[in-house]
């Protein structure tokens, strides 16, 4: 199989590195291409995503990518900034099921916001539609009110919507991801006032059928974020739309309290991913060896467990890492009392050493 390698920026290639150290040291037969992506790329060949690295991510199993954007690009046309790239990515790929889980360690419980007993052994998945919703759907624009109190005032306007299709393979992909867990789907909507998420809530129901051995249940969006506070655990797979989904997993990911420790993963319907971290490029630390590269690494077990189908490689990585914490070490941005705190490197070597 083959992954393509985008490190990107900041310190996109210092954590890309750690994950690749690990991917070696498990020595699944895999080839690993690299190519650069963002700014690196603007620079090399004057755009964020070259036709080469386009080509190398649409030929390859799956895309291991690091993470885009610096500051310095902010003033160059929005077409040309390193953002793009993702989002060109996503398009080119198809990629339509974003897979956030929030995985809280016993070690990193005094991390989060919330009391430790809440989050403590925390493990739930949020699987947020990509495609459509109202951050895609047409008509959208600025115009005349054509009616209403306010008719003739300057208005804006966007389309909520999605199509039978959409909702059935996110509703499926969900349904399966939940068979590899604790079996148990919560459909997030808001069908008790926009017809869009109640067709939503009818689609999800009738998939449900397919999968009997898969519990449903359905949520508001407005509880849903209350539960997600009060009682997290409560969760498995949470599955909604786009512009839901990118609140919710934001919120579920502070659950955890480090935002160096999130994987993420995109899928296609080939099964074809782009795994990244959650986080982004940081400028202010790239080029210290300080990044915290377990988001990256846990991102490479994704990976290997929804694209590459090696789910026993995937599960050495998560006790690898957890492995690590339990030793004590450390890195800045997750540091604790009595803890050793250890560079970028140093932790990939750790996770290296603790795969046995
Ligand atoms: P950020 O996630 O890069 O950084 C936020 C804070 O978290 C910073 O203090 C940073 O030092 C810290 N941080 C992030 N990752 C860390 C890690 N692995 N270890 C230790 N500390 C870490 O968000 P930002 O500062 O808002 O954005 C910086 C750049 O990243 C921008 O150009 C933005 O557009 C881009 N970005 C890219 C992606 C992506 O590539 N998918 C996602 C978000 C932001």
Redesign the pocket.
Known sequence: MKIAILP?D??GPE?VAEAVKVLKALAPPLEMETAPV?GAAYEAAGHPLPEATLKLAQQADAVL?G?????K?DTLPRALR??QA?LGLRKALGLFANFRPAICYPQLTHASSLKPELVAGLDILIIRELTGDIYFGQPRGRRSAPDGPFASAEEAFDTMRYSRPEIERIARVAFEAARQRRRKVTSVDKANVLETFQFWKDVVTEVHRDYPDVELDHMYVDNAAMQLVKAPKKFDVIVTGNMFGDILSDEAAMLTGS??MLPSASLNERGQGLY??S???????AGKG????L?TILSAAMMLRYSLKQPEAADRIEAAVQKVLADGLR???IASDGCAVVGTAAMGDAVVRALG
């Open positions: 990107g900041g310190i954590i963002g990518f993470a885009v954007g610096d500051w690009y390193p953002e993702i935002i160096g990244e971290p986080h982004g490029s940081a400028p202010d630390i300080v990044a915290n590269p988001a890195t800045a941005d």
